[in-house]
């Protein structure tokens, strides 16, 4: 199993990036997938579910980032993405992809006018 997240970087409060999380090594369409985020300003440090969606694309959001973000899917791909628009500097945190007890390396968002 695979999991390499892409699309972090450095933006603007008010800006927007797209995540991207290309799988490999299991049958990606069949599972309920989610971003998952960790920030040292987070109590704990611990993680924080973002987004989740579904095999059949029914999804699910944090209350921080509802109106904000989009998860969505592309299983001819084996890809998950995650749109967000109007970050916050609150948002800033390596976004993980993550299906059962598979991870990726993590993607650097930081947003710091």
């Known amino acids: 199993v695979q999991l390499v997240e892409s699309g972090g970087g450095l933006v603007q409060p008010g800006g927007s990036l797209r995540l991207s999380c290309a799988a490999s090594?299991?049958?990606?369409?069949?599972?309920?997938l989610r971003w998952v985020r960790q920030s040292p300003g987070n109590p704990g440090n611990r993680r924080e579910m973002?987004?989740?969606?579904?095999?059949?694309?029914?999804?699910d959001y944090a209350d921080s980032v509802k109106g904000r973000f989009t998860v969505s899917r592309d299983n001819a791909k084996n890809t998950m993405y995650l749109q967000m628009n109007n970050l916050k500097p609150e948002d800033t945190a390596v976004y993980y992809c993550?299906?059962?007890?598979?991870w990726g390396q993590g993607t650097q968002v930081t947003v710091s006018s």
């Open positions: 993550n299906f059962l007890n598979n």
């Open positions: 090594g299991f049958a990606f369409s069949s599972y309920y």
């Open positions: 973002v987004a989740g969606i579904s095999s059949v694309g029914s999804t």
